[in-house]
């Protein structure tokens, strides 16, 4: 009897559960798909996530309420073509080296802050970073600066919105220096935990540091992000640096950004004008075909029979493509790439896979092409590789190696 009647009660919510089950299964697993395949809307907001911003409440004009003292909040406008004549507005910052800050922090007004991060500092990260520092202060631009500090003192006496521009001008200026582009994944903005750090250990290296949101992004232009798009974006901000100092620029570009950094350099090889000296991929992938397949979020759907047709071909009609591999080969400058093996939102395999194409495609006669990589044991993941103590040192050294070379 107990029997019957757990049958009959089967009965009765098997076939809703069954129907219920089914539409569930349509509209997550083919509806959606298709909604996906004929929204580009769709695809873009997937592709940049610009809806994710953490950390919550920052404000991007004040980037000392996150450490980054001696740090120029600005805007640049991009047009995207010549009859453009609005543009498009977007959040840069300029993190001053740390060699520039010590000889002015009086002037800057962050005699506290750079004492209070000075006895932060563990012994050590002291030591760790003690030698790469030191052989950074003997270069030129620290004879240069110490020639330049008095004149600069009696110029700017103390520094205000009135005169920041053109006295972080005049130090990016100042022979011997370096600048480092860095080009961010995509969620969140140029403001947050991670990318700090990264910029933080470049200020320690003596690097100048630009860094900036792309249109869609945090404080810059609401502007729907393409792949043409935040490239030209990276473009412009490189344009700006490049015309104000004749210093080596590198470009450092994490996850998405790897992305946009190889587009850029494809680009400006194909302009035949200025160019980086060299290029830091870090966490970079081949394409976003393979990376969609691959990501954490398409777990549920790779194994659908129409997930190409539904998925990765449509972006690659709507040119969301970020072919690094393809890109990697058309332009001659170094390339160091840095790839953390438990990565899980970018697989270590394909930052690897990118690091064969390029030594099979690229002439031998162009720079080399490095790797790095990071055991799974350090748990770095895809954001903290700025956190292993020997990156300052590979940093240093693939700086120092190609400043001067010409490709």
């Not at 438990?342 to 690897?352: A, I, K, N, R, T």
Request: contains cysteine; positive net charge; aromatic residues 12%.
């Amino acid at each position: 009897m107990l029997f019957a009647r757990r049958r009959r009660f089967f009965k009765r919510i098997g076939l809703p559960f069954l129907v219920i089950a089914l539409l569930l299964f349509l509209v997550i697993f083919v509806l959606l798909p298709l909604a996906f395949r004929f929204s580009v809307t769709l695809q873009r907001s997937i592709l940049f996530l610009t809806f994710i911003t953490y950390p919550k409440g920052l404000d991007l004009t004040q980037p000392a309420s996150i450490g980054l003292y001696a740090t120029r909040n600005f805007y640049i406008t991009v047009k995207d073509h010549n009859a453009d004549e609005d543009g498009v507005r977007i959040g840069v910052w300029h993190v001053l080296p740390k060699n520039a800050v010590r000889r002015f922090k009086r002037e800057l007004h962050v005699e506290e802050a750079y004492e209070q991060e000075e006895q932060q500092a563990g012994q050590l990260q002291r030591e760790q970073s003690k030698s790469t520092v030191e052989q950074a202060n003997s270069n030129n631009n620290n004879k240069q600066l110490e020639q330049v500090a008095p004149a600069l003192r009696n110029e700017f006496p103390v520094i205000l919105p009135e005169n920041e521009q053109i006295f972080y001008e005049r130090l990016l200026r100042i022979p011997g220096g370096t600048v480092v582009l860095y080009l961010h994944g995509n969620t969140a903005t140029r403001g947050s935990g991670h990318r700090s750090e990264v910029y933080k250990l470049l200020r320690h290296l003596n690097y100048h540091v630009f860094s900036f949101d792309y249109r869609g992004y945090a404080d810059s232009d609401p502007v729907a992000p393409t792949e043409d798009g935040v490239v030209r974006d990276a473009l412009m901000v490189f344009e700006y640096i490049a015309n104000l100092t004749t210093n080596p620029i590198y470009i450092w570009g994490h996850s998405l950004g790897t992305g946009v950094a190889t587009h850029m350099c494809a680009n400006l090889a194909a302009l035949k004008g200025r160019a980086p000296r060299g290029v830091i991929l870090e966490s970079p992938f081949t394409n976003i075909r393979d990376e969609i397949r691959l990501h954490p979020f398409s777990r549920p759907f790779r194994r659908l029979p129409w997930f190409d047709f539904t998925i990765s071909e449509p972006m690659y009609s709507n040119r969301l493509r970020f072919e690094s591999d393809k890109h990697i080969d058309e332009f001659p400058q170094p390339i160091m790439i840095v790839h953390s093996e438990d990565d899980v939102v970018v697989p270590f395999h394909l930052g690897y896979r990118l690091y064969r194409i390029a030594l099979n495609k690229r002439s031998h006669a162009w720079g080399p092409v490095e790797f790095h990589r990071f055991e799974r044991r350090h748990g770095y993941g895809h954001k903290y590789l700025c956190r292993a103590p020997e990156m300052p040192g590979l940093v240093q050294h693939f700086v120092e190696s190609y400043r001067d070379a010409i490709y």
